[in-house]
């Protein structure tokens, strides 16, 4: 399955130094951060660097901008996907001043929508060798440019000018706006600096990690940001004195504490059946864009081992909706059914079902709990042994059915694959089936609440925000926890 993680990313890893919280950014609603008036600064040579998690591609949008600057935005940094660059590629334009100039793109695809990518874009038109008066880093390696024109020498950009404008998450006028998380969001003015100032590799993993920032010498009018407020997204944290970011169409909902260091969860939105669903709201929510029967997706984080807790909501209107878990190597008999439904010699797949409360496996059913409908809020618990054999229990808000009880053990749960022990090489995760498209189903792996949590609770080690008290000894599905329990 593409973009399935089943450990780690680049950039998805425990480190000595966390970032706590990330922004949620959503072209649908217009989101994106925009300061003006904060002086002109080094317009020749500055450094931007940015944690970006990507939630949504193949969505119509062609270009999802992550930073814009000067008065009319030409000066720019996105993922661009269209007919002519179907392959999410990031792009770079700056304005000279006088002309705009597409100075080019990286060859290579960005698509993964299960990791952190750090992204670095250095301008220095002073730089005596035009190729390098650009250069962008991707997970602290230097990417090969396919260049349409370079700078011209000692050229001053849009970075700073007019007044200082520069938005983040869309252009300056709020047009192609990003789909995903950011963390760590910092501007350096007037230093050219290298991707090893903002991160490292690992030395066991060689995985790429954020460096703490903060004390980083960022010029007159440079900014770090990490969203740690939620009630001012747009606070500079430090650097310039020049004020905060304005908010557009951002609230205190849309932090989240999915981030670099601590990887959850969210909704694959790369499988084959993607046209036939609309994913959004940070990859929480999943509403059918017409009539295709039932179609089925899944987490983008598998599982072979360990106990794990998510939470789904049905959204006005919801129903004929089925949450549950699945087996996610082979995708192609339960994208265009429900889980549950397909046959063959060893069960794959369990859900539950909104329309009589019983469960879904291999074909057959059963009854097992109550009806549920719009605005009710079903807990998913999956236990996997070491023996492999696995187990899945299902709550109503708050309630477990039939008398489960995930917290002492498997008893009352349904076993998956008929308590034979899941085979080498296939991976569980949570997953919604959804039949009609007049109400969606909202996501919680515990990274970003798809819905609103109005009591807030934690795993044992402290990481998710769910609705309901977590099973004692089951775990939010992040990367912390993956190294841990997984």
């Not at 905060?244 to 959850?264: E, G, L, R």
């Not at 605005?375 to 492999?388: Q, S």
């Not at 819905?451 to 044992?460: E, K, L, Y």
């Amino acid at each position: 399955m593409e973009a399935l993680q089943r450990l780690h990313n680049r950039g998805s890893i425990s480190t000595g130094y966390d970032i706590d919280n990330s922004i949620k950014f959503e072209t649908d609603n217009s989101e994106y951060l925009k300061a003006e008036g904060r002086g002109q600064g080094n317009q020749q040579t500055w450094t931007w660097s940015c944690w970006v998690k990507r939630t949504e591609v193949d969505n119509g949008v062609v270009a999802q901008y992550l930073m814009s600057a000067g008065s009319d935005g030409k000066l720019g940094i996105y993922f661009r996907d269209d007919s002519s660059y179907p392959d999410d590629r990031i792009f770079l334009y700056i304005d000279e001043g006088n002309s705009l100039k597409w100075i080019g793109q990286v060859n290579q695809s960005f698509r993964d929508t299960s990791a952190w990518y750090h992204i670095v874009l250095v301008v220095d038109s002073t730089d005596s060798t035009a190729a390098d008066r650009t250069k962008i880093y991707v997970n602290g390696v230097q990417q090969t440019i396919t260049f349409n024109s370079t700078l011209n020498q000692n050229v001053s950009t849009r970075v700073g000018d007019n007044g200082g404008k520069l938005s983040i998450g869309a252009k300056m006028d709020g047009s192609y706006g990003f789909n995903g998380y950011m963390a760590e969001v910092v501007l350096v003015d007037g230093s050219a600096l290298g991707p090893t100032s903002f991160g490292e590799f690992d030395d066991e993993t060689a995985i790429w990690k954020p460096k703490d920032v903060s004390s980083l010498s960022l010029g007159t009018h440079g900014f770090y940001m990490n969203f740690d407020d939620s009630s001012n997204l747009g606070k500079v944290q430090t650097g310039t004195s020049q004020g905060n970011f304005d908010k557009y169409n951002i609230t205190a909902a849309d932090q989240a504490i999915d981030t670099p260091t601590n990887n959850f969860a969210t909704i694959n939105t790369l499988q084959s059946n993607g046209s036939k669903l609309i994913i959004s709201n940070g990859a929480t929510k999943i509403v059918k864009s017409g009539n295709h029967g039932w179609q089925t997706t899944a987490a983008n984080i598998g599982v072979r081992k360990g106990k794990w807790y998510a939470e789904f909501k049905l959204d006005t209107s919801a129903s004929l909706i089925m949450v549950g878990v699945n087996q996610i190597e082979d995708q192609e008999p339960w994208m265009g059914s429900h889980i549950g439904a397909y046959s063959n010699s060893t069960a794959r797949g369990m859900g539950y079902y909104s329309s009589n409360g019983y469960f879904y496996r291999n074909g057959g059913s059963g009854a097992i709990g109550s009806t549920y409908t719009a605005g009710d809020i079903i807990g998913i618990a999956l236990l996997i042994n070491d023996n492999l054999t696995g187990f899945m229990g299902m709550s109503k808000n708050g309630t477990w059915q039939n008398s489960q009880d995930p917290s002492s053990g498997d008893s009352g749960m349904l076993g998956l694959e008929y308590g034979n022990p899941i085979e080498d090489g296939i991976h569980y995760t949570f997953a919604i089936s959804t039949h009609q498209d007049n109400g969606g189903v909202l996501a919680n792996f515990g990274g970003f609440d798809g819905f609103t949590v109005s009591s807030g609770n934690s795993d044992a080690n402290g990481y998710g925000n769910f609705e309901y008290a977590v099973p004692t000894g089951y775990y939010a599905l992040c990367t912390k926890n993956l190294e841990e329990f997984g």
